[in-house]
């Protein structure tokens, strides 16, 4: 790679936010530049969805890029929402997903509410070429929503090892355990390498 920036293609402003704060710092900082392009994104698995969505991005953009897609999954059903998080959000909001979750719990107990924040990090070196997948991973509950609701399900997800949300806690400690952050950590491993090829 000639220089020491990436391609990033989101339309999500919080997501480049946070990407450029974790890459930024570190031994070797890595350079975020954004693309927002419009791309469709397939149903499928995590990694299906991610694939199609960094193949259609390098097209798209003409060269290498890295996308992300980020699903939030319940115990209780299984894995869903999943990548479908977007949706539900958008149109049951914090209190839907808490009720969503409310006949596997007793009211008051975190027991029933056991979630997973998984972040799923492609990169495409171009147009045609094979697709690579980074994971990061982090476990909490759904809670009744608490602090500001500028990004996404933030105020709902509670890491386990907090008794803060994602959006009560300072964004620089949520950058050291996120889901995000687990993920960023293996692709810089691997576009760091990328540079020394
Ligand atoms: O352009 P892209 O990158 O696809 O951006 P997007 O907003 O469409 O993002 P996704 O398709 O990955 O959908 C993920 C949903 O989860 C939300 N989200 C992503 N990361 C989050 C985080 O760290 N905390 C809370 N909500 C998050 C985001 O706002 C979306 O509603
Ligand atoms: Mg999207």
Redesign the pocket.
Known sequence: MPDKSIVFV???A??LR?VKAILSIGDVPIDVVNQEVDIP?IQGSTQEVARA?CAAAAQAVGGPCI????A?CFKALNGLPGPY??YF?QDVGHAGLNRMLDGFTKPGSLEGREAW?LCTFAYSPGPGQEVLIFEGKTDGHVVPARGPTT????AT?QPDGFTET?AEMDPKVKNTI???YRALEKLRVHLQALRKE
């Open positions: 989101t339309g999500n919080n997501k946070e994104e969505k996308t992300e897609d980020t939030l998080i977007k959000m924040a990004f996404g399900w933030d997800f994602y996120s889901h995000r």
